[in-house]
């Protein structure tokens, strides 16, 4: 099956959104499209706002200022449950699994509440939870505790959970980070995976060869502002991101 | 194991109480045909929905409220007003309990369950302590509201047996917690509690309504404790401060689920016939309480409470699960689980 | 106007009481993150060491003061670490729990020993009091105030200039940092809980002057230093002070509202913390957690 064509009308819009936590604008005057169907990459320094860009856009966090719109409807100040139910699911980059339910449950729970495509009873849930569960790898571990699982395994988990959710979006929050170079492959197949199956990703993430392996677009933040944005190899190119991830003495030095 | 033992248990309390008392006297079986065994049958099985109920708002859901006893009282003072205020016969007040401690319990619950941990606890605490004051002291027109430091006197019941009735009422209002409890373990609804219980963000992040369920759960709760409280105010009738919203209550229910496991469906349930009936042997009340050493009877029911307060802190200290690990066979009680809680939770 | 003053003095008095009790207890709760709910038995365990001290010995019972904190320290020391520490990792409800328990057993052997007479201390000048022509300001309740503020300021200077305070407050921030660089966390523990009880011990003994103990007196002040602490906010002296001077106010005030004022000071006190916890959970002068 080929790789879905983004289309041209944005799914998601954020435009000038703003979070300040005490006097500190944590997330300031982000403005940005995706397109349904494509596969978006966040990056930027630690503390550059990624986050709690991504919490904004689940609900988790209230806007100071400026609007989040979701296929052309705004979302700003929805509580997280609906932002759910709208179709835009997420994973935390400290995984959050449900520690006393069994890996199948975890899957099935999302696919009993979720998107308004999700919302199956308990039966329907379970079978749902399989698929789910085979299609990020971990099918064989169906009916262990969650406190058995590898740490790349409970990443899967969380994806899973997310995926069950029947999401149009999924934002993933660092699915790669502690993971190594066979484990990031394994991830990058997982992602395709569920790309493929017609949901538009937006992820986060430090590991450059993720970014430029399945992004289409990336998109550069720091001190909570965009700094670039553009497709991966051209991006990571750009003086400014390479200023702020490496600093002003070596930029100067990989300046050709 | 534990099944067939709690089935032959169950079964001989259940249905013994119908044998005639000379039947079971001759049968060598006093205990259970007996006026003071309905009496602590029936206070048992009250605990049991009591523990039961808070269970799904304390341990599915995990917000430990520690004021549920307000709405027992909340219960027994709706049915108690209804039948010696506005002469309704039991059986319609009953119903009218679980009701007003529901619509209570959503009211107070809104701003309540915003709360987390430590602050929720104590705030519902709070709630408890203010509703028993409040009930027993409002006044109008210089007269008590609900009978005031004298209580309120209901008329006796006028039926064939009456113990064996409210027995058997209450058992009823036992399985009701009970399947209550066995449905929402199995619904969307329960895993929508267990899920704020675990990770209250991801829960709502993956689309669980989570204040809208909470407040169901803490709903849910109040109306099996409600209930628990109608038929309280009529067994038993007279209630007032002291018997309504009785302040050890709150943590004996807390204790109970503990004490069985909770989470489960059947953990309460057993830790609040262990506990009851240990608090009655110790009381002295029950037919086979055994003499204490070396205490006088003035000060046995002192020494009770101590030896009660040190079991209490022994198991919160060695079981922190529950008994029903035991039983259930998922674990055995040995000295290496004993070591193991303990290094779970110590320093 | 004379009434209004009388009662801001009396309420501003019977603070100093609370600011006592509190403090103990907020300690506890900010740094153990346990809610001692044997506060009050503890309490009342320093009341009736000042009533023994008082009756048998006929030491001025504000001399007994010193003795009750030693004595409470030590006794709240050993219970850390000797009982507590061991589900001090498990969730709150055990601490809850545990505390009740260790209530339960201390208010009981209280009334073994003791029985339930109403016992109290009644120096030679209890009752008296300065007079300024319809106001009056009573010794006992002044002296009380004004040993209650030492208390507080003794307890700060504790926790912010001397080691062990400092590891206290290393460990309230971060636990694991603290333990990174050295803390003894069972010693600092208990040494946490010490300091609370001790706190707790000399309010005992102001409360023994003021009105008359038996073993159950404990428990209402349980409740109430709740309220204290979630009225000033949790996690400073300063705050908790506040929120006793606070509370004795309201309580005075309360009291004196035509009718059955004085009935509904249990009602008033919890309608007033849940107030507080739903509109401003920081207290008066806490921050957010």
């Known amino acids: ?256 | 194991m534990l099944l067939i033992l709690g089935v032959i248990v169950a079964g001989y309390a259940l249905l013994a109480p119908l044998t005639s008392l000379d039947a079971a006297q001759s049968a060598g079986a006093p205990l259970l045909a007996d006026r003071l065994w309905f009496h602590i049958a029936t206070f048992i099985a009250m605990f049991v929905v009591m523990a039961t109920a808070w269970n799904i708002i304390g341990g599915i859901t995990g917000y430990a409220a520690f004021g549920n006893v307000a709405f027992f009282g909340i219960g027994a003072y709706t049915t108690g007003m209804l039948i010696a205020k506005a002469k309704w016969p039991f059986l319609a007040a009953l119903p009218v309990a679980p009701v007003v401690s529901t619509a209570f319990a959503t009211l107070v619950g809104l701003p309540l369950l915003r709360l987390r941990g430590h602050y929720f606890a104590v705030a519902s605490l709070g709630v408890g302590v203010a509703v028993g004051e409040l009930v027993q002291n409002v006044e109008y027109g210089g007269q008590p509201v609900f009978g005031g430091a004298s209580g309120l006197f209901l008329p006796i019941y006028a039926v064939d047996n009456r113990g064996l009735f409210f027995f058997y009422l209450m058992v009823l209002a036992a399985a009701l917690s009970i399947a209550v409890t066995w449905w929402v373990l199995r619904s969307r609804f329960g895993y929508g509690l267990i899920a704020i219980r675990e990770n209250e963000e991801a829960a709502a992040v993956i689309g669980v309504n989570t204040t809208a369920y909470k407040v169901a759960a803490f709903a849910l709760a109040a109306a099996l404790t409600g209930l628990a409280g109608g038929i309280f105010s009529q067994w038993n009738v007279f209630i007032n401060q002291d018997n309504a919203f009785p302040i050890e209550y709150n943590v004996q229910m807390i204790l109970m689920a503990l004490l069985g496991g909770t989470g489960t469906v059947f953990g309460p349930a057993a830790g609040a016939v262990l506990l009851q009936l240990l608090i009655q042997f110790l009381g002295g009340s029950l037919p086979v309480s055994a003499e204490i050493p070396f205490v006088s009877d003035t000060a046995r029911p002192i020494v009770a409470q101590v030896i009660l307060g040190v079991l209490l802190v022994t198991v919160v200290i060695f079981v922190p699960r529950g008994v029903i690990d035991f039983f259930g066979g998922r674990t055995r009680l040995s000295m290496s689980y004993l070591r193991r809680s303990l290094r779970e939770t110590s320093l | 106007m004379g009434d209004f003053v009388q009662l801001v003095i009396l309420g501003l008095l019977a603070g100093g009481v609370y600011v006592a009790v509190g403090i103990g207890f907020g300690l506890v709760w900010g740094v153990l993150n346990i809610v001692n709910l044997a506060h009050g038995a503890l309490v009342i365990i320093g009341g009736y060491l000042t009533w023994q001290l008082f009756t048998t010995l006929h030491l001025d019972p504000f001399l007994t003061l010193p003795v009750d904190a030693v004595a409470l320290f030590v006794f709240g020391y050993a219970l850390q670490r000797g009982v507590i520490n061991r589900i001090i990792r498990a969730p709150l409800l055990f601490t809850f729990l545990l505390t009740f328990g260790l209530n339960l057993i201390a208010v009981n052997v209280l009334l073994l020993i003791f029985g339930s007479d109403f016992r109290s201390v009644t120096p030679s000048y209890s009752g008296q009091g300065f007079e300024f022509g319809t106001v009056v300001i009573p010794y006992v309740p002044l002296i009380s105030l004004g040993v209650a503020i030492a208390l507080s300021a003794a307890l700060a200077f504790v926790l912010n200039r001397t080691r062990i305070g400092l590891a206290i407050n290393a460990i309230a921030a971060d636990r694991d940092a603290a333990q990174l660089v050295g803390i003894d966390l069972r010693h600092a523990y208990a040494v946490t809980y010490g300091l609370g009880a001790a706190c707790a011990g000399v309010a005992g003994g102001l409360i023994a002057m003021i009105q008359a103990i038996t073993p159950t007196a404990g428990e209402p002040y349980t409740l109430q230093a709740f309220v204290v602490v979630i009225l000033g906010g949790l996690g400073r002296v300063s705050a908790t002070v506040v929120g006793g001077l606070a509370f004795g106010l309201v309580e005075a005030f309360g009291q004196s509202i035509p009718g059955s004022g004085s009935v509904f000071a249990n009602a008033i006190a919890f309608g007033l913390m849940v107030v507080v916890l739903v509109t401003r959970p920081q207290g008066l002068m806490g921050r957010l957690r």
């Open chain 1, 1 to 256: 099956m080929s790789d879905p064509v983004p289309s041209t009308q944005p799914q998601l819009e954020l435009r000038q959104v703003t979070k300040r936590f005490g006097g500190v604008a944590a997330v300031d005057g982000v403005t940005f499209e995706v397109a349904k169907g494509d596969i978006v990459g966040i990056i930027g320094p630690n503390g550059a706002g990624k986050t709690t860009l991504l919490n904004c856009i689940s609900g988790l966090h209230r806007l100071n200022g400026g609007d989040i719109r979701w296929q052309g409807a705004s979302i700003s100040g929805m509580a997280p449950h609906r932002i759910a139910k709208l179709g835009i699911g997420r994973t935390f980059q400290i995984v959050r699994p449900f520690g006393s339910m069994s890996v199948r449950e975890n899957a099935a729970i999302g696919a009993l509440f979720g998107s308004a495509d999700a919302r199956r009873r308990p039966k329907e849930a379970f079978e749902i939870a399989d698929e789910v569960l085979a299609l990020v790898g971990l099918a064989a571990k169906a009916g262990h505790p969650v406190s058995a699982l590898t740490i790349p395994d409970r990443k899967r988990l969380e994806v899973a959970r997310a995926v069950a959710t029947r999401p149009h979006l999924l934002l993933l929050d660092e699915v790669m980070a502690g993971l190594n170079n066979v484990e990031i492959d394994e991830a990058l197949e997982m992602v395709r995976a569920v790309h493929a199956t017609g949901v538009t990703v937006l992820l986060i993430e430090h590991v450059m060869r993720v970014i430029i392996g399945i992004c289409r677009r990336a998109i550069v933040l720091d001190f909570g502002q965009v700094l670039a944005q553009g497709e991966p190899d051209v991006v990571l190119r750009d003086e400014r991101v390479i200023q702020a991830y490496l600093g002003e003495r070596y930029a100067k030095r990989l300046k050709p």
